[in-house]
């Protein structure tokens, strides 16, 4: 019977209960016009392209076999969610904005998105939870998570399919496989076999024979030397991955962009009474050529961009990111100093390390997402001699606690920390606010925070840390442009102490700004109150008493951290002023330490009532000398 073409207005979903009905030649025109939609919001609002991109046909594949939101369906991290929230009824169009939906699972958003995250290996850890509750509460649903080549291998993620391996709650996990090569079991025997372990009445069936024969001793000694005969025959004909040896039904590797064949793999994984691994082969960027052919992540997150050139929108020739200027500081210390090594977890593109990585193959390291083993590898490699430098995005550092403290400085080595991407992070939401290193690495001991307001110190302080003998460093940095204009505002920096750049004719006011921001409202501020004194602090936790005992001859003291909580760089000066007995009236701003939803950093400056012309507003209220 011919098919009745049907084509749905992807605008006008409310659930995904209509993907089921849809014959082959429709689903291949709804696959098309969701990722039309996906690059079209993408290039106009930014977003994670690629992994949405590879995702299509097994998210509606996914929706075709289950019965969400009865069935649980998570995301490991979740930005590769797009098609799962366009069949559920939520428009991209107001993506990462105030108010619009989140590029990640939400569960506020809607009753489809049963868990959230925004790191990675979380959703085997979680499923388990899941399917433990539901044997627990005598529930029937399935569990499914989906995890991606590069998350699986990541410790936590390893630390679940132990746990979900040696347990009866079952769990389907589907391997999206789309860079790292997993052996695929050889030979049409072995093919046989496994279709046959799947299928509903053979597995009926085992649990019928198990049960009539452990009704008795006898019978129970029947059914074990059975059951052994058949692991021996199916060890001989049946090829083994890694996942058969951990305990799991593995089918696959099935074609991540063929529906029908995925379709039959997720009715076989739903027969199954263990868990099962459905490991599928799909093509990251799948329909926009440019993203296909990415070999270094250029696609994966993007910013705006032309659709038919691939151009970025926001384009800012001849001014650098404060990543690519930390990337270049890098390199030129790795030129001069063959000690000095790199390691990054997995995060090389976007921390523009590209040319680094290229230039010296043997001694830069992307260790994938593995953060607590760059920690330690660290660690272990300054005890060993060598110098390692760590780039990692503040968000990431979180998980890497224990090894910077236990394999780090306890043993009280020399790891220079290249914190990206601190301060807030804008439409990537709660999960990636890089605004809470600054408190808890202040807990640590032998830690040492800075934050460089100009590029200038930042590669002084890089300098200075390689050459040894500092401890732990971590220099803190923010996302957006640098100003390279800003190069000779500061004498040259000492180590451990900060910088007082410029000094009021009177003691009334100091004004003690944070990172680019801080120097950047102290411009606007001297513009008006040239008397007003101005401290870069530089180093954010570890302070010299004269500097302490410089700023509290100051009547006024005046905090400015755009970049970090106030458990952060203002608690920690505000306790070093009161130990030195300062009486001086001491107001700060800084973020709430508080999870901050997505939309823009303006926004988010506004809802944390840090924003520039507030505080220069309260800045005028303070003392009416000033």
Known sequence: MKEKLVRININEI???????????????ILCHDLRHEIIRVTSTRGGHLSSN??????TVSLHRSFNFPKDKLIFDVGHQAYTHKILTGRSLEHLNEKDGISGFQKISESVYDCYEAGHSSTSLSAAEAFAIARNQNKENYDVVAVIGDGSIVNGLAFEALNSISSRSDKVIIVLN????????????????????????FYNKAKKSYKRMLYRTSFGRGIYEFSARFKSRVK??????????????????????????AMDQAFKRAKNTTKSVIVHVITKKGKGYERAEKDINGYWHGVTPFFIDTGLPKNDHPGIRSWSHFMSDCLEEVM?????????????????????LYSRFPNRCFDVGIAEEHALTLAGALSLSGLKPVVTIYSTFLQRAYDELSHDCARLKVDVTLLIERSGLSGGNGETHQGIYDCAFLSSIPGVTITMPSTVDTAKRILEECTKGGKG????????????????????KTVFGRFSFPSIGKNKETIFIGVGPKGLGLFAKIFSKHPNVSYCDPIFLNSFNLQDIEKIATYKNVVVYDPYSTEEGFVKNLESAL?????????????????????????????????????????????????
């Not at 083994?240 to 074609?255: A, C, E, L």
């Not at 973020?591 to 901050?596: G, K, Q, R, V």
């Open 578 to 626: 009161f130990r030195s007995g300062c009486k001086s009236k001491f107001v700060s701003f800084a973020l709430p330490n508080s999870f901050i939803p997505h939309m823009s950093v303006k926004e988010q400056e506004e809802l944390c009532e840090i924003d520039e012309n507030r505080v220069l507003a309260q800045f005028e209220k303070l003392d009416s000398k000033i």
């Open 335 to 355: 030129a001069h100093d063959e000690k000095v090594v790199s390691i990054c977890p997995a995060m090389v593109k976007g921390s523009d390390l590209d040319g």
């Open 235 to 260: 060890d001989v004909l049946v090829p083994t991955t890694m996942f058969d040896n951990m305990g799991f039904t593995y089918i696959g590797p099935v074609d991540g962009h063929n529906i029908k």
């Open 14 to 28: 409310k659930d995904p209960d209509f993907v089921k009905s849809l014959g082959p030649k429709s689903l291949k």
């Open 177 to 200: 496989d789309n860079e790292m090569s997993i052996s695929k079991p050889a030979g049409s025997l072995g093919s046989f076999f496994r279709k046959i372990s799947t299928q509903k």
């Open 472 to 491: 732990i460093v971590a220099i803190r940095y923010p996302r957006e442009l640098t100003n390279e204009s800003l190069l000779s505002t500061h004498d």
């Open 53 to 58: 991109l590879g995702a299509v046909e097994l």
